[in-house]
């Protein structure tokens, strides 16, 4: 049989009550009996159930993150930053992808719910405001990620990517780009639309700049690269010479399509992405990109999270960060 707390308490001559305190709440006990139990816990090799504790306290120790993809380095960068915070705190993150789907989403956000998750990060596809309800009616907090606004009464922390598109489309315009084109990625993404309707904000002021939007399935490598590939169908006639990603995985992609191709990047076409991941300054031309702090935004989540299931009295905050562009090869002047 496994070893329970009244174990404990009998190999250390103490009560369950004291056994209790040094798992849960050290500073009642004194430091002799706290290494006294210790000591005894480490010999029997016993392992609280913390199911057990949860059901008693009505939620557990682990923050849920949901992100629109894990395997996007931004989101990797996200969920490292809310680990950092949480684990500060005697907490633990649990990550799940929603692929971008509002159907993923949902069935996650209702597994965090039937967990008793102490909160939730959320960065959302679509209208989650009937989730949120939900989870708020289960005493779950949520703080949106990487997305600005929300439902009444959320947190949020985001960056502004109206300002970062802005300044993407701007720079691709001093370099001396009139016809650029932006690939974006599935109708629906509000941090996509922003980064669009940055871009063309800053066009709007620029005469003779003429800006498309490219429409791609998905936002990653692939995505990109097939988005790229509609475009170079059209070479010779107008060819974009500029090219503004929505993120960083999907200028990869276009980069090693117009590589293959033979055009000369940034020669013929410049290339901006968006996120500033690893892998940007390490692409066959580094490319220029707007910069997220990406694990800034994840501490920053956690912490608002954490102070609000503490003092659910708080007003929601909203912070947001604002990008910076990172200029290197794929955008260089000839």
């Known amino acids: 049989m496994p070893v329970n707390v009244r174990d404990v308490a009998a190999a250390a001559g103490v ?40 059901l008693r306290a009505g939620r557990s120790r682990a923050i849920g993150l949901v992100v629109l993809d894990t395997a996007n380095p931004f989101f990797a960068e996200v969920a490292k930053g809310a680990e950092s915070a949480a684990e500060q705190s005697g907490h633990a993150v649990i990550v799940g992808s929603s692929s971008e789907s509002a159907e993923r989403e949902a069935g996650l956000l209702g597994l965090f719910e039937e967990q008793r998750v102490h909160g939730v990060l959320l ?32 947190s949020s922390v985001s960056v502004d990517d109206v300002d970062g598109g802005a300044q993407a489309a701007a720079h691709l315009v001093a370099r001396g780009c ?47 690269r097939r988005a790229a590939e509609a475009l170079l169908a059209r070479r010779g006639r107008d060819l974009p010479d500029g090219l503004f990603a929505g993120n960083d995985l999907m200028a990869i992609g276009a980069l090693q399509a117009l590589l293959a191709a033979g055009v000369r ?23 220029s990109s707007m910069r997220q702090p990406s694990r800034r935004i994840g501490e920053t989540a956690v912490r608002i999270l ?20 990172v200029a290197r090869e794929s955008t260089a002047a000839g």
């Open 306 to 325: 954490l102070e609000e299931a503490a003092d659910p009295a708080l007003p929601p905050r909203h912070v947001e960060f604002s990008p910076a562009l």
């Open 178 to 224: 009139r016809r650029i084109a932006f690939l974006s990625g599935p109708d629906g993404l509000l941090q996509v639309a922003d980064r669009w309707r940055g871009a063309r904000d800053a066009v709007a002021g620029s005469p003779g700049v003429v800006l498309e939007r490219t429409p791609a399935a998905s936002l990653d490598i692939a995505g990109g």
């Open 265 to 287: 990047v940034p020669g013929e076409v410049a290339i901006v992405g968006y996120d500033d991941i690893g892998f940007a300054s390490a692409a066959a031309v580094p490319l």
């Open 15 to 54: 009560s369950v009550g004291t056994v209790s305190n040094v798992l849960n709440r050290p500073d009642r006990v004194s430091p002799a009996t706290v290494e006294r139990v210790q000591s005894v816990i480490a010999e029997l090799g016993f392992v609280r159930n913390d199911a057990a504790r949860q």
């Open 123 to 154: 960065s959302p596809v679509g209208d989650v405001s009937s989730s949120i309800r939900s989870l708020r009616e289960r005493g779950i907090g949520t703080v949106l990620v990487d997305r600005a606004g929300g439902p009444d009464g959320v």
